[in-house]
């Protein structure tokens, strides 16, 4: 067993919409601004949230999601990138305290239970007074292993944060650290799958830098870091990869497509892999020299006419796909990329084709949730019948969704067949995180490797 002395806090909310990933922004940019080295970390499987981290830090920022690591893996993780930060952030996902279905499991409280993270509740002072008193006594006593220690007090003026400073105290027994009045031109914009993303927002620095210059005026910096300080040893389990094989692999990395867990990426890399990252949407062809491509979630029907007028990568893909059996790991975005058409009403835009079938948005969510997935025959990533946990997000459906693996969801309520999966390919709906069975990642590797050796 291992251990690493890392000074650590975690911000969460009694629910989503209360100002935790403003207010973490704001708090990455403030402490780096005060010298100190941050990692950050968001739980559960969001892949924006930690985009917006990683620009203000100019880190990679990672997730922590106890579905599909597992708490040994989700410690390694933790430990592994914090190692040579001077503090490190976790944000919370949703409410502090939900989780899979009607349990905490997989929540933010639980993440906080794994990696023994102090807590600080972002509480939206909007319209109450004392009965901010109960709710942050309520989310600090509904479990006697909280880590509630601190809360900020979000939407509210000075006047009114400092009048009720004191009785919100005393009554909690949890120490107000600070406040953020309304900062109406620091907003992010949603879409239908969360936030924006970072990349999208022109003036993001510039609010990131509003965002610092009031934490460190209306929070109370020194008490944070004290808070921090007083974590104990992270202890975890040393996991060691070997280097299977040298082999260039392209990643599709633009507007499009920007959903990657970057520890998955990472474990590619430890695993000998060479990332190259490539744009479908501006690129005319494939990186040269490659053994292997990733196509991850994102964007893909925003830009749908930009993809479909880019003819050369259109044929790169599936001359490499389909012709040439080149490795392709394709999820969600990247899956939908991979099928003959896109359609919007009337509308037909035409993809790369390596799948039959078209896609199309729909009104409402589709399989929403984590899901256990089960290999139904051998293919590149696996041996039948082996087991990785995914999650599905996205609002699109398609005519062809697959059937080499068995999806169902963690609450044991619905089951449903998916993905696309042979000797050379995996192409479906599900989001997965390659540490949640690192013999996937082996698996994928091993397979450029041999393209590489046949070619």
Request: charged share 20%; glycine share 8%; hydrophobic share 40%.
């Amino acid at each position: 067993m291992a251990e690493l002395q890392i000074p650590r806090i975690m911000i969460s909310a009694p629910g989503s919409g209360s100002g935790k990933t403003t207010i973490v922004c704001g708090l990455l940019k403030a402490l780096m601004n005060m010298g100190l080295k941050t990692a950050a970390f968001k739980s559960g499987p969001d892949y924006i949230d930690p985009m917006f981290h990683s620009k203000v830090i100019g880190a990679k920022s990672r997730n922590l999601d106890l579905f599909m690591l597992g708490e040994e893996t989700t410690k390694y993780l933790a430990a592994k990138n914090s190692c040579d930060a001077d503090i490190a952030v976790f944000e919370g996902a949703m409410g502090f305290y939900d989780g899979m279905g009607k349990t905490v499991e997989a929540s933010a409280y639980k993440l906080a239970c794994t990696c023994d993270v102090s807590v600080i509740l972002v509480v939206n002072g909007k319209g109450a007074a004392l009965s901010l008193a109960a709710q942050i006594k309520g989310f600090k006593d509904f479990r006697p292993d909280s880590h509630i220690v601190g809360a900020i007090i979000n939407n509210v003026n000075p006047m009114s944060y400092m009048f009720y400073k004191d009785v919100i105290e005393r009554e909690t027994g949890v120490k107000l650290i600070g406040y953020f009045p309304v900062m109406t031109d620091c907003n992010f914009e949603s879409r239908h799958l969360g936030l924006v993303t970072a990349e999208e927002i022109g003036d993001l620095q510039a609010i990131v830098d509003r965002l610092a210059v009031q934490a460190a005026k209306s929070i109370d910096m020194e008490a944070l870091l004290e808070i921090a300080r007083k974590a104990c040893p992270l202890q975890y389990e040393e996991q060691n990869i070997e280097t299977i094989g040298k082999v260039r692999i392209a990643v599709a990395q633009d507007k499009a497509f920007c959903f990657y867990y970057q520890d998955a990426l990472d474990l590619l890399s430890e695993l000998g892999a060479e990332l190259v990252p490539f744009s479908p949407l501006n690129d005319k062809y494939l990186p040269e020299n490659c053994q292997g491509i990733i196509l991850g979630g994102g964007y893909p029907e925003i830009y749908a006419q930009q993809l479909a007028d880019n003819h050369t990568m259109l044929e790169s893909i599936r001359k490499a796909v389909v012709q040439q059996g080149m490795p392709c790991f394709a999820e969600c975005g990247g899956f939908m990329y991979l099928l003959e058409r896109y359609c919007e009403g009337d509308k037909i835009y035409f993809w790369v084709g390596a799948v039959e079938g078209e896609t199309s948005m729909t009104k409402k969510l589709n399989r929403f949730g984590y899901v256990h997935l089960t290999a139904q025959h051998d293919n590149m990533l696996c041996h039948k019948d082996e087991m990785i946990n995914g999650h599905e997000f996205h609002y699109s459906d398609s005519t062809n969704n697959g059937s080499s693996f068995l999806a169902e969801k963690a609450s044991g309520k619905g089951a449903w067949h998916c993905a696309h999966a042979g000797k050379t390919l995996y192409a479906g709906y599900p989001h997965i995180h390659l540490w949640g069975n690192p013999e996937f990642a082996r698996n994928f590797v091993k397979h450029c490797c041999e393209y590489k050796q046949e070619k």
